[in-house]
């Protein structure tokens, strides 16, 4: 199995900058891809980014692009998420998660989760 935690949420003026991290262990060999994806109150978890664990490939949801980056250290076996011109509609539990599929890009492909960490943008 795969643990991962995540630290960095906090509450941010809008247009501030924030950067997750998700650090995970366990049996981090399986690990092939690590998302970003979030869930504000009411609304379904949706998909930030992901990075190819040693592809170094990126994706990024349309309303983050531009704004956020995803980017790994894998000897530190972290993930984080560099957000930067943050705005209200951001508000959302951002959770980490761990793919064994190389080409994981949905919800569906991560089997392997983290607690979440709030992140709250003011306006």
């Known amino acids: 199995q795969v643990q991962l935690v995540e630290s960095g949420g906090e509450l941010v003026q809008a247009g501030g900058s924030l950067r997750l991290s998700c650090v995970a262990s366990?049996?981090?060999?399986?690990?092939?891809?690590m998302g970003w994806f979030r869930q504000g109150a009411g609304k379904e978890r949706e998909y930030v980014a992901v990075?190819?664990?040693?592809?170094?490939?990126?994706y990024y949801a349309d309303s983050v692009k531009g704004r956020f980056t995803i980017s790994r250290d894998n000897a530190k076996n972290t993930v984080y998420l560099q957000m930067n011109s943050l705005k209200p509609e951001d508000t959302a539990v951002y959770y980490c998660?761990?793919?064994?599929?190389?080409?994981?890009?949905?919800?569906?492909?991560?089997?392997?989760w983290g607690q979440g960490t709030q992140v709250t943008v003011s306006s």
């Open positions: 366990g049996r981090t060999f399986s690990i092939h891809a």
């Open positions: 990075i190819n664990w040693l592809g170094m490939t990126t």
């Open positions: 998660a761990a793919s064994p599929l190389f080409q994981a890009r949905v919800l569906v492909d991560f089997d392997s």
